[in-house]
């Protein structure tokens, strides 16, 4: 990084920050701070949801997936337009016409406090771990490979974002969201052009995606009904339509980005919107993954791109392991790089034997050279079994600080702490919108008039779980295997509260204490079969979710119809 | 313990989109963008494979 770099990074970054201060320096009221300006377009809350879903790990992970394993993964977003229309026409207008501030009081007033309560803290408890993997995640990456200390990463973004985000509340989420989306989008097509550029003469855009597919890069939907098959066109349609009811109907970090704004056509656009663009915009950032794919085709890649890693076991005891390795592959490589070129050579022959064979050739030389790169990773591994041996996360950062020019190094860095910025900036809005509305504000009822004191409350939890993350990422590198432990959480905890809300919903006889008691029970039979068994994690949302539905169903049937007790007022 | 609260209304607001007059002709309309999406997707596999 030079010092142009430098400049257009710490530019935009703290010049959005500055921005979202001053823009919403005046924030005093209660409803701005939580829900945004009342004024808030569909265009904002729509950008805002996707920066809040799309984080740091999105713009360095998702390429190098699209490297690793293809376009394929784009089918994990397939149930998302279908989710976001249910929670437009169902979860949406019933949340806008009871005015609530998080999902988890539409609950309270659909069933009871106890249920409410429940609900908050079962976000907060996985919400805020999770958020500290939001800051330490990228960090990890950007250090490793800029050579950042970790603990100054993770504490410098974490006070930028808790400054914007203290001071404005969702206003400033809104606004800064929307500056750190330009340049997420800016600095994605700069690369996506500049790879273009970088590609063989003559090759162009078709004919590095006849590489790509050829060799097994462009995939983007597969309808097997294989279950061994990771990525396919039904579970991305079940298991993806499940996990994005969930996440955007009742986790408040979403939640809270499309309740706000002008009207309900506000946030039903704002979502629409994202339905529309997700899957296309996911597609593009994969095949930029795959396009480097190609490019590393035709220049020599590293054989392991988490490069400090490597360098790391090259000089220890065993390190002539490593070199010989790094030859092997230098040889392989230029093996590949020629089958490749005979195969284009052939492709204009238009005779099908020899294409053919050119093309087994090509993909027999691609098979050495993946077997390489296994080789080495299992040499990391016998070197020291506590090695990191995932380097697709590496990948795009490498290619970005290799082959980028100056300038675009700085954009490039920009978009990936921008990411951060902006869905970290979500997540601590909704958790300190849920400690002040469902728990503090519950224990405190008398000052829930008091609309000052609400609004510093606000600012004190936002801060504190500013500060909550920033601690938890700086633990987190004491004990990598975390990340994963938050993962599990997530799901143990995700299944059951999107239980609750559909009961809430649709089994219209089930009342507080039925759904409550469920809830209880299937969370805990989520535990005890999450010790005793050995399935992904993964299965324990849906788990979570049938079980507490049923349950509440049953217990309701025991208990007696709901129907018979009186009815509040804003329900009448 | 309170009741459900009533359905979302299906008339409650016009989407005010030009060329469409509910909000189930948007989401129509973007449930037919995603199958096209994935159609086009399967074409450009199948293209390029």
């Known amino acids: 990084m030079n010092t142009l770099d430098w400049i257009i990074l710490l530019g935009t970054m703290l010049g959005i920050a500055a921005y979202g201060v001053w823009r919403t320096r005046n924030v005093d009221s209660l409803n701005t701070y939580l829900k945004g300006n009342q004024s808030t377009g569909w265009a904002t809350i729509g950008i805002s949801v996707m920066a809040t879903q799309a984080s740091a790990i999105t713009f360095l992970s998702i390429p190098g997936q699209g490297f690793e394993s293809g376009v394929g993964f784009v089918q994990n977003y397939f149930g998302l337009p279908l989710a976001l229309i249910i929670v437009c026409a169902v979860f949406l207008p019933i949340y806008r016409r009871l ?4 999902a988890y009081e539409f609950l309270g007033r659909r069933f009871d406090a106890k249920t409410r309560l429940l609900s908050a803290v079962l976000f907060l408890v996985q919400r805020g771990l999770a958020t500290g993997v939001t800051i330490y995640a990228p960090a990890i990456i950007l250090s490793a490979v800029l050579g950042w200390r970790l603990d100054l990463t993770i504490i410098c973004t974490g006070l930028l974002v808790i400054i914007y985000t203290v001071t404005g509340g969702s206003a400033a989420v809104n606004l800064t969201q929307r500056w750190q989306m330009a340049i997420i989008f800016g600095g994605m097509v700069t690369a996506f052009i500049v790879l273009l550029t970088k590609l063989p003469d003559g ?17 983007a939907v597969d309808f097997s009904l294989n279950p061994d098959r990771r990525y396919t066109f039904w579970t991305g349609m079940l298991g993806g339509t499940f996990l994005m009811l969930s996440y955007f109907g009742t986790d408040q970090s979403q939640v809270q ?52 890693e490597w360098h790391r076991h090259e000089q220890g005891a065993n390190g002539a392991k490593f070199t010989a390795l790094d030859a092997q592959f230098g040889a392989a490589f230029a093996e590949q790089k020629s089958a490749i070129k005979t195969w284009l050579t052939a492709r204009t022959t238009h005779d099908a034997t020899t294409e053919t064979a050119a093309r087994d050739a090509m993909l027999a030389a691609q098979k050495q050279v993946q077997e390489l790169r296994s080789a080495a990773k299992a040499a990391l591994l016998a070197d020291d079994p506590r090695a990191k041996t995932k380097d697709s996360d590496y990948v ?23 990411a951060a910025l902006g869905s970290k900036a979500g997540e601590l809005n909704a958790l300190a919108t849920t400690t002040t509305i469902d728990l503090w504000r519950h224990f405190r009822p ?39 432990a938050i993962n599990i959480l997530g799901s143990i905890f ?34 005890i079969l999450f010790f ?18 049923i349950l509440s169903w049953i217990l309701q049937w025991i208990m007696g119809s709901q129907s018979q007790l009186p009815k509040s007022p804003e329900n009448a | ?37 994935v159609i086009l997707l399967a074409l450009f596999s199948r293209y390029f494979a």
């Not at chain 1, 090759?203 to 462009?218: D, E, R, Y």
């Not at chain 1, 490498?398 to 675009?408: K, Q």
Request: with cysteine; glycine share 10%; aromatic share 18%.
């Open chain 1, 494 to 527: 995700y299944g059951v509260v999107l239980g609750i809300f559909l009961v809430a919903f649709f089994l219209k006889r089930v009342g507080g204490t039925a759904v409550f008691w469920a809830a209880v029970a299937a969370q805990l039979l989520v535990f």
């Open chain 1, 257 to 308: 980005r499309y309740i706000g704004g002008a009207a309900l056509r506000e946030g039903r656009l704002g979502l629409m919107f994202n339905a529309l663009l997700k899957i296309p915009m996911q597609f593009s950032i994969l095949l930029l993954g795959a396009l480097v794919f190609v490019f590393y085709q035709f220049e020599q890649p590293p054989v392991f791109f988490n490069q400090v």
């Open chain 1, 203 to 219: 090759l162009g855009f078709s004919g590095a995606a006849h590489v790509a597919g050829a060799m097994g890069k462009l995939q």
């Open chain 1, 532 to 549: 005793s068994l050995k399935i992904s994690y993964l299965w324990y949302n849906l788990i979570g979710c049938a079980a507490c539905a």
């Open chain 1, 396 to 418: 795009f950062i490498t290619f970005i600080l290799d082959y980028l020019p100056h300038g675009a190094i700085g954009l490039l860095l920009a978009v990936m702490i921008a």
């Open chain 2, 1 to 37: 313990m309170n009741p459900t609260p009533p359905d979302p209304s299906p008339h409650d607001e016009s989407p005010d989109v030009p060329g469409f007059r509910s909000w189930r002709g948007v989401y129509l309309f973007v449930f037919g963008c995603f199958v096209v999406v």
């Open chain 1, 99 to 102: 005015g609530v501030y998080t």
């Open chain 1, 446 to 484: 008398l000052a829930a008039h008091d609309e000052a004191r609400n609004v510093r409350v606000a600012k004190w939890f936002t801060a504190f779980w500013g500060f909550f993350a920033i601690g938890f990422a700086l633990y987190a590198s004491f004990a990598e295997n975390l990340i994963e």
